[in-house]
């Protein structure tokens, strides 16, 4: 048995590795979950395929790449969910991802805004919160110093 790396305690087959086959996520947190375990996996393709709207046009599957290099998941934790249930067009889910990059441990916190279209849940962007001041010597094109390999700009500038 292969556990899922979404935390549910259930085996990949019938928990995420079935709508990483093909079947629709039935829920906004479904979907949260089985992106997270498919960064896990380094299922990039799964990624792409689930975004929408802002999120579509942000991801660059090369950058997606090379932040997956040298980083291991190490858990997910769900904070709470608005809406994103079965008969919702749109909900949010609020979560925290840890992960180790090169052998630091961080965390990634955010609150995803999810859609549902024609019956399929997208992942549609995130949340702003208000930004925080730039750290000292940090460009706006700079690596973010959160970790997660994206631009200063595209992550929490």
């Not at 299922?43 to 790449?65: H, M, Q, R, S, V």
Request: proline letters at 7%; aromatic letters at 8%; hydrophobic letters at 30%.
């Amino acid at each position: 048995m292969t556990p899922c790396p979404c935390g549910s305690n259930l085996n990949l087959a019938i928990c995420c590795g079935r709508y990483h086959a093909g079947l629709p996520a039935p829920t906004a947190e479904a979907l949260m979950r089985s992106r997270y375990a498919a960064y896990a996996l380094g299922n990039l393709d799964y990624i792409a395929a689930t975004c929408a709207g802002p999120a579509a046009a942000a991801f660059e599957p090369k950058d997606a790449e090379r932040s997956q290099l040298g980083t291991r998941w190490l858990g997910l934790d769900i904070l709470k969910t608005r809406k994103g249930r079965q008969g919702d067009s749109e909900g949010t889910v609020s979560f925290i991802a840890r992960y180790q990059h090169n052998g630091e441990e961080a965390a990634l916190s955010e609150t995803s805004q999810f859609r549902c279209i024609d019956g399929r849940w997208f992942y549609w962007d995130r949340l702003r919160e208000a930004s925080a001041p730039r750290p000292p010597g940090i460009g706006r094109n700079d690596p973010c110093p959160c970790g997660s390999g994206k631009k200063f700009k595209k992550c929490c500038g």
